[in-house]
């Protein structure tokens, strides 16, 4: 069996917990290692190199319950292309955080989560069930929250792992709902059967339509509280609290894909619920546009690349939505190489500034750090969508074709939140990097070393060619997948028309300025949800619970537990009186009983006289 | 009734008890007077029972007063007295 894969990461985290932790640079060696042999065995499973088959074995068997969770693994193209991404992006992460976090006290710590996430990772990857994905997802999102959390001594750390973990759990229960639906319909939940069911099923359908869309939608809300879709996005900005190759790694390339990779995988039962589709779509895209616009008026840099995220992560499930598979795919897997990149450049650019995140507070790095400024650029091009070059622009524009064919409201607000992106993506670019030196920190920054560069490196050459024809990543999720539509330069036409709006706007505005020219309250204060949450969730929990601390206080404490306590304690003080210790005054009382008895006998008693 | 004045109203503990026995003998009496007016009435087989709860009483008198005549003393060893109301250590 060719577990290797998934268990030397959770080997290294179980290592380095037990053993070496107070040995530093060997613990990062485990886990840098752990991670290396996960790749190089990916490697040899995808391209074919003698790797031995993934074997499953039988986890739960109820028969009985028609109910057989296997713990084994999806051995296709779709899994493959994740495997790749989650080790290959990983392993440059790895790299990355070691020279990011060499000076922190809790190395060993952090990359002994490292290793559990990226075990945790793999699993929600190789699952070739629903029950065994939603066990590696709940570990994905236990990680998480550790990672965020990493500086626990910060307080907004803490509470921005909670926030992540609670606003998570959400999601998961509609998922766990979901799964439960699907087994209660179709008995299994195992994808190849479910496959072949679902197939079954569509000629001669039994379930009511009703059901089948609420399931689907409790299978969509998981995606919605990974994936941090609206409403439920609140926790990914907050999670920018964690170190930034946790960012780029966790909240960037890989685990927020997870909801669009779970859609992908599970799309034959999507497709059995054109309305909830529909509803994912919407949502999707819907976020992509609130969530461009909001990135438009942030100022920290890391939240600026949080928002992005969002924004794309909406592209992706609005592909989904309208059925582009592929494209949702492909453009999960180039958003991981830049969007990864342009998360570490930022760490980059953060640990040269003393941990600084401000953008206003840079500028005129361009000398100081050639090569993050350099691999930033590429980053900001592949993200915005440069035409031709980069890869960002063939995946998006895959999902702008397919939302052209199928679905034009999805197309139009798909190309406003296109034009959106390059500008705030110019308008970091410019502002970050450009411009002069606006404070102190700037003087002293210098170009980060080596162990940092080189994966910056490699992400900004895959930036670039993931999205060639030749590369051909779409064609490996989908060897029948054609690249060539006919009414693609339209499209072609109208999203260059939209990058140079972006890119010339953000130009005109921000091109050498020191502060922002407009303001715009709404959308710097993310639309307002923290407050909504604030006003109705939260105040709402807190009057509930009020009422629940005052029934407990109130009726359980005091009338069944103090009540019963203090009546036996009267009870025995009065019982007590009795007890004088005259014996003649017992045996009186005794006798007026006996007296009593002989009376009721004899008087009273039916039968007596 | 005098067995049970006595109970009530002496102290030393030696004529409590003393009354007591003198309650057992006085239901002895009791029983065999009932049993005999049974006889008169339902015939001779209907004097038993009154007769054999009689000499269970005896016997169960004898084991009793045993008992308690051995509790006394040891009482009486530990604390030099026989009167009940200096014997109250139990109550609260």
């Known amino acids: 069996m060719n577990w290797i894969i998934l268990l030397t990461p959770l080997a290294a985290a179980v290592l380095i917990a037990l053993l070496t932790h107070p040995h530093k640079r060997l613990s990062v060696a485990v886990s840098i290692s752990a991670c290396f042999i996960s790749f190089i065995s990916t490697l040899m499973l995808v391209f074919d190199l003698g790797a031995l088959p993934l074997g499953s074995f039988t986890w739960v068997n109820l028969p009985e319950q028609s109910l057989i969770i296997e713990i084994g693994a999806m051995n296709d193209p779709l899994a493959h292309m994740m495997l790749l991404v989650v080790t290959g992006v990983g392993l440059c992460i790895h790299f990355f955080a070691y020279g990011y976090m060499k000076e922190d006290p809790g190395l060993s710590r952090f990359f002994a989560k490292l290793s559990l996430f990226m075990f945790s990772m793999l699993g929600i990857v190789l699952a070739n069930n629903l029950v065994m994905m939603f066990i590696f997802w709940e570990l994905v999102g236990v990680s998480s929250y550790f990672l965020i959390g990493f500086w626990f001594q910060r307080p907004s750390a803490a509470e921005a792992s909670k926030k992540a973990f609670i606003v998570n759990r959400v999601g998961d229960f509609g998922f766990l709902l979901g799964i439960l639906g699907v087994w209660w319909m179709f008995q299994s939940v195992d994808f190849t059967v479910l496959s072949g069911k679902v197939d079954a099923m569509q000629e001669g359908s039994g379930a009511s339509q009703n059901l089948i869309n609420w399931m689907v939608f409790g299978l969509f809300m998981g995606c919605m509280g990974k994936s941090a879709m609206v409403p439920l996005h609140v926790w990914l900005p907050d999670a920018m609290e964690g170190p930034t190759p946790v960012s780029a790694l966790i909240h960037a390339a890989t685990m927020v894909a997870a909801g669009v990779y779970m859609l992908c995988r599970i799309f034959f039962i999507l497709e059995l619920a054109p309305s909830t589709m529909e509803i994912i779509a919407w949502i999707g895209i819907g976020t992509a546009l609130m969530a461009a616009l909001i990135a438009t008026q942030q100022n920290d840099i890391k939240k600026i690349l949080a928002y992005s995220t969002l924004s794309q992560l909406g592209y992706m499930v609005a592909a989904v939505g309208i059925g582009a598979v592929v494209a949702s795919m492909f453009h999960l897997t180039t958003h991981a190489f830049f969007k990864a990149l342009l998360f570490l450049g930022a760490g980059s650019v953060i640990h040269a500034l003393h941990h600084e995140q401000d953008m206003w507070k840079m500028g005129g790095l361009k000398s100081k750090m050639p090569v993050t400024f350099w691999t930033f650029l590429i980053g900001t091009a592949a993200l915005a969508g440069v035409p031709v070059i980069t890869s960002g622009f063939w995946s998006k524009e895959e999902i702008l074709i397919a939302a052209w064919h199928d679905h034009k409201g999805v197309f139009v607000i798909g190309l406003i939140t296109a034009g959106l992106t390059a500008f705030y993506m110019t308008r970091l670019f410019l502002v970050a990097f450009l411009g002069k030196e606006r404070s102190d920190v700037v003087a002293g920054a210098h170009e980060s070393p080596m162990v940092m560069k080189l994966p910056l490196i490699l992400l900004a050459i895959l930036a670039i060619i993931a999205g060639w024809k030749f590369i051909g990543i779409a064609n490996f999720i989908d060897p029948g997948f054609d690249p060539n539509h006919e009414d693609g330069f339209i499209v072609l036409i109208l999203s260059i028309v939209m990058l140079i709006i972006g890119v010339g706007g953000a130009l005109g505005l921000y091109w050498n300025k020191d502060k922002d020219p407009i303001s715009l309250s709404a959308f710097a204060n993310k639309f307002y949800f923290d407050e909504i949450y604030h006003l109705t969730i939260v105040r709402g929990q807190n009057a509930w619970a009020k009422a629940l601390d005052w029934v407990d206080q109130w009726v359980i404490g005091a009338v069944f537990v103090r009540g019963l306590s203090e009546f036996c304690g009267m009870a025995g003080g009065l019982l007590r009186l009795i007890q004088g210790g005259n014996l003649q005054a017992y045996v009186f009382i005794f006798v007026l009983g006996v007296l009593f008895v002989c009376y009721w006998i004899l008087f009273r008693a039916p039968g007596g006289l | ?92």
């Open chain 2, 1 to 92: 009734m005098i067995g049970m004045a006595g109970v009530m109203v002496r102290r030393n503990l030696i004529v409590i008890y003393m009354c007591l026995e003198l309650m057992l003998n006085a239901a002895n009496l009791a029983l065999i007077s009932f049993s005999r007016f049974s006889a008169e009435r339902f015939g001779p087989e209907a004097a038993m029972e009154g007769q054999i709860l009689v000499f269970f009483i005896i016997t169960v008198a004898a084991a009793e007063v045993a008992v308690g005549l051995a509790l006394i003393v040891a009482l009486y060893r530990s604390r030099q007295t026989t009167n009940v109301n200096e014997l109250s250590e139990m109550r609260f």
